[in-house]
């Protein structure tokens, strides 16, 4: 089982200019800007689970990692994160 990042839009403070999360993820175009909402929001396929995101939002905690279940893809809502794939597992292959 693996994580994905998953944004609380009432925690995010995008539209107040701060896009860390955006910056520092290392996969292109997984964390974007919500042009309706002015928060940040993660490409569910794209995201490898590196938990980098969650890191440099500790300020705002507006980032929760939540397992994806591997035999239907689903997001598992509410769930306790799994362990969290180092860099080199997330980008390993």
């Not at 919500?34 to 980032?63: M, Q």
């Not at 689903?74 to 080199?88: D, F, P, R």
Request: glycine letters at 8%; hydrophobic letters at 35%; a negative charge.
């Amino acid at each position: 089982m693996y994580n994905i990042a998953w944004v609380d839009n009432d925690k995010c403070i995008a539209e107040k200019g701060c896009r860390l999360c955006i910056m520092y993820c290392p996969e292109a175009d997984t964390i974007m800007m919500d042009e309706k909402t002015t928060k940040a929001i993660v490409i569910e396929p794209r995201c490898k689970g590196c938990d980098l995101c969650k890191v440099v939002c500790s300020t705002h905690n507006a980032i929760t990692m939540f397992p994806v279940d591997p035999t239907t893809g689903k997001v598992i809502m509410g769930a306790k994160e799994s362990e969290t794939a180092g860099l080199g597992q997330a980008y390993s292959g």
